[in-house]
């Protein structure tokens, strides 16, 4: 007999996964298609406007390179790569809280020393971010990896202008000392817009919305024994801390990028004095 799809097509769509090995991916599946089917029933969408959103989603597809992931960058707009931070991110109030990676952690770090520059081209001010990775009891974490990357100056990453910035430029992996410790010289960073040449940047335009960014560099910690946290540090005073065209400023990950005069800090570092100098701490949950 015939399924009256006009009425139970979504069980139907349902049903059709029910042979499904992984049981979590039947949830997922399921879950999807209920959801999606009661967003077609309540805005009732022409045809024309359903092929239109096919279209863009292939325009997003197409807009991806090993350079540019637009289907992450859509999801920040979205909020939804907020969300899933939101819902899987740390449980303990104590630990750092996490943010989005973005659409630019796309190539790896170079490995760097301890206060090695991560700024190979000099288009910004130079300051020094330095901190500890701790466990949530306060206990230093020697030897835990740190990976950076950052916008350069001009807020633009390497794989963006390949022909302007070198490969690596605005990013290191770290590992601390035996107390924990980092630090790294880099140019303060500013805020930026996210790419807009594509098909997420036309959905702001035709919403609205602002694409920037504000000033921030990223960071993914990570030790033996616990679970590793990716996260921002935002430039206190930046422009768009309110209104970050991807959602991820957390209150707790602003910090001062402060003009510093320590002439004997200034040696240690190696840089001129007085010197920016921004100091940010990463506490982990243990595994």
């Known amino acids: 007999m015939a399924t009256e799809f006009t009425t139970?097509?979504?069980?139907?769509?349902?049903?059709?996964?029910?042979?499904?090995?992984d049981p979590r991916l039947r949830e997922l599946l399921g879950a999807l298609t209920?959801?999606?089917?009661?967003?077609?029933?309540e805005t009732r969408p022409t045809t024309g406007e359903w092929e239109r959103a096919i279209d863009f989603l292939t325009e997003t597809g197409h807009?991806?390179?090993d350079a540019r992931q637009e289907f992450i960058l859509l999801s920040d707009v979205l909020g939804v790569s907020m969300l899933v931070e939101a819902l899987n991110g740390h449980r303990d109030p104590g630990a750092t809280e996490s943010t989005v990676l973005g659409p630019f952690h796309m190539t790896e770090s170079p490995v760097r020393e301890l206060?090695?520059?991560?700024?190979?081209?000099?288009?910004?001010?130079?300051?020094?971010?330095?901190?500890?990775?701790?466990?949530?009891?306060?206990t230093p974490?020697?030897?835990?990896?740190?990976?950076?990357?950052q916008a350069d100056g001009e807020g633009f990453y390497d794989v963006q202008r390949p022909d302007v910035q070198p490969p690596g430029n605005g990013r290191g992996l770290f590992t601390t000392d035996t107390e924990g410790r980092f630090r790294f010289r880099t140019c303060v960073p500013s805020p930026y817009p996210i790419p807009t040449d594509g098909p997420v940047g036309?959905?702001?335009?035709?919403?609205?919305?602002?694409?920037?960014r504000p000033a921030h560099i990223h960071f993914i910690a990570s030790a033996e024994g616990h679970a590793p946290v990716t996260t921002h540090l935002f430039v206190a005073g930046s422009p768009y801390l309110g209104s970050d065209a991807v959602f991820a400023v957390r209150k707790s990950l602003v910090q001062d990028f402060a003009e510093t005069d320590d002439p004997s800090l200034a040696r240690e570092f190696g840089v001129a004095n007085p010197f920016?100098?921004?100091?940010?701490?990463?506490?982990?949950?243990?595994a």
């Open 141 to 149: 974490l020697p030897g835990a990896a740190l990976d950076v990357w």
């Open 63 to 65: 807009m991806c390179t």
């Open 276 to 286: 920016r100098h921004a100091r940010f701490e990463l506490v982990l949950e243990p």
């Open 202 to 212: 036309a959905l702001l335009r035709a919403t609205g919305r602002h694409p920037y």
């Open 115 to 138: 206060g090695a520059t991560i700024d190979l081209v000099g288009t910004g001010e130079p300051c020094v971010v330095s901190g500890r990775v701790l466990s949530r009891d306060g």
């Open 34 to 41: 209920r959801h999606l089917h009661a967003f077609a029933r």
């Open 8 to 21: 139970d097509i979504t069980e139907a769509v349902v049903d059709s996964f029910a042979g499904t090995a």
